[in-house]
C-alpha cells in the first residue's frame, strides 16, 4: 500500500541551514499490516511518516500509494485529497486538534469538507465514535474540552476515522496518557488493525512495539537501520542499545534468565506471553485459560 524508494528529505536545502532529516529510504507496507517505527530523538521518524499522506514532499527518491506517487505531473486530478483521506495521520497530543464546540461537530468537521450529505456526514460520526469507544447517545453534545486525556484523544482520532481510512499514521498516539488510557487506546489501535486498517506506528516505547507490531523498522541518524519482526530485532539487546534504543523489559528479562540456564524464546515478548511461557517451563501440567 505504501512504498518508498530512495527517499531523502532535506530541510532548507542550499541554505548554511540545510540539514538531511532521512536518507535513501527504501521500505514497503503492504496492506492490512501493523508496522512500527522506532529510533531515537532526531533519527528521522516523523520526518519520514509525514511523506505517507503527503504532507512532505521528497527531496528526491519518491513515495507511492496505491501504485501511484501523488506528486508526478501526471498523477490523477484530485489524487491529493483523495491519498488524505485514505491515509488518515493522528500527530503527537492530537487532541490539541479539537475545536468545535460539541464532540459531534468535531468529527464531522472532515467528512463535511468532502462535501459529503448531512445524512451521511451523520451517519459517519455514529459509525466513527462509537468505533472508538464513544457511544454516540453520550458523547455527541459534550464539549471536547470537558472530557478526559484519553476520552479526547479518542474523539480525535474518530475525527479521522469519520473520513474512512484505509491506513493510520500514528506519531506518539499514547505521549501523556496515564497507564488506562494508554492500554485503552493500544486496545483500539489492535482492533481496528484486526477490522483490516493498515498501522504505522511512531513509538518510543519499546513494550507497545513488542505488543503490537508485526514488522519494526529502526532509524538512526535519518536512515533505515534495520528491520525485521520484534522477536528478531529484541532479541539483539546490544545491537539495540548500539542504535540508542533501550529493549522492552521482556527481552531483557529473557536475557537474564537465559545467562542462568533457561531458554525463552525470543517471542515472550509481553508480560502475558513471558508469564505464560515461565509457567510452562515450571508447572508442566500447566494449562492456559481458555480466553475470551
Not at 131 to 157: D, I
Not at 201 to 214: G, I
Request: aromatic share 6%; hydrophobic share 40%.
Amino acid at each position: 500500500m505504501i512504498e518508498t524508494r530512495a527517499l531523502t528529505h532535506t530541510y532548507q536545502p542550499g541554505s548554511p541551514f540545510e540539514s538531511v532529516a532521512v536518507y535513501d529510504i527504501t521500505l514497503t507496507i503492504s496492506d492490512g499490516e501493523f508496522v512500527a517505527f522506532v529510533g531515537a530523538t532526531g533519527s528521522g521518524k516523523t520526518t519520514l511518516i509525514q511523506h505517507f499522506n503527503g504532507l512532505l514532499k521528497p527531496t528526491s527518491g519518491w513515495v507511492k500509494i496505491d501504485g501511484i506517487n501523488p506528486h508526478e505531473k501526471d498523477a490523477p486530478k484530485g489524487r491529493m485529497r483523495s491519498l488524505r483521506q485514505s491515509v488518515g495521520m493522528v500527530f503527537q497530543y492530537p487532541e490539541h486538534q479539537l475545536f468545535e464546540e460539541t464532540v459531534a461537530k468535531d468529527v464531522a468537521f472532515g467528512p463535511r469538507n468532502l462535501g459529503l450529505s448531512e445524512l451521511e456526514c451523520g451517519a459517519r460520526v455514529r459509525e466513527a465514535m462509537e468505533k472508538v469507544g464513544l457511544p454516540f447517545e453520550t458523547f455527541s453534545e459534550r464539549s471536547p474540552f470537558e472530557l478526559s486525556g484519553g476520552q479526547m484523544r479518542r474523539a480525535a482520532v474518530a475525527g479521522v476515522l469519520a473520513m474512512r481510512p484505509r491506513a493510520l499514521i500514528l506519531d506518539e498516539p499514547t505521549a501523556g496518557l496515564d497507564p488506562g488510557g494508554r492500554n485503552d487506546f493500544l486496545n483500539l489501535c489492535a482492533e481496528l488493525n484486526r477490522d483490516g486498517v493498515t498501522i504505522a506506528l511512531v513509538s518510543h516505547t519499546m513494550e507497545d512495539v513488542a505488543r503490537l507490531a508485526r514488522r519494526v523498522f529502526v532509524l538512526k541518524k535519518g536512515a533505515l537501520a534495520r528491520t525485521g519482526a520484534p522477536a528478531e530485532l529484541f532479541a539483539d539487546t546490544d545491537g539495540l542499545r548500539a542504535l540508542g534504543l533501550e529493549p522492552p523489559d521482556m527481552s531483557r528479562l529473557r536475557s537474564i534468565l537465559n545467562a542462568r540456564g533457561m531458554d525463552i524464546p525470543a517471542d515472550a515478548l509481553t508480560p502475558e506471553a513471558m508469564a505464560e511461557t515461565l509457567a510452562r517451563m515450571l508447572n508442566p501440567a500447566y494449562k492456559p485459560e481458555a480466553r475470551p
